[in-house]
Nanobody, 115 residues
Framework: QVQLVESGGGLVQAGGSLRLSCAAS????????MRWYRQAPGKQRELVAT???????YYAGSGKERFIISRDNAKNTVYLQMNSLKPEDTAVYYC?????????WGQGTQVTVSS
């Protein structure tokens, strides 16, 4: 089982940047596809970005041109660099690891963007 812990959230003004981190518990992390999701209150959880075990990245929605997902397999960590943040980006951000027929979820980190 892979345990995930997100960090790096906080309060930022519109136009600012944050880098989220998600640390996994073991080196088997390198064989998992890693994803970032977000969920605002009263909204459905939505996919933000994916990085495959081979390093290929995919983006969804408004994050396509503003966000960058990356992974450091030596540190068992995945990152989400978020630039040009907007109030609409306010949400709890979750990382997820998909592999071995299961998906593991972190506890989430709050991102709040003020106007």
């Amino acid at each position: 089982q892979v345990q995930l812990v997100e960090s790096g959230g906080g309060l930022v003004q519109a136009g600012g940047s944050l880098r989220l981190s998600c640390a996994a518990s073991r080196s088997i992390f390198s064989s998992y596809a890693m994803r970032w999701y977000r969920q605002a209150p009263g909204k459905q959880r939505e996919l933000v970005a994916t990085v495959t075990s081979g390093g290929t990245t995919y983006y969804a929605g408004s994050g396509k041109e503003r966000f960058i997902i990356s992974r450091d397999n030596a540190k068992n960590t995945v990152y989400l660099q978020m630039n040009s943040l907007k109030p609409e980006d306010t949400a709890v951000y979750y990382c997820a690891a998909a592999g071995g027929g299961t998906t593991h979820w972190g506890q989430g980190t709050q991102v709040t963007v003020s106007s």
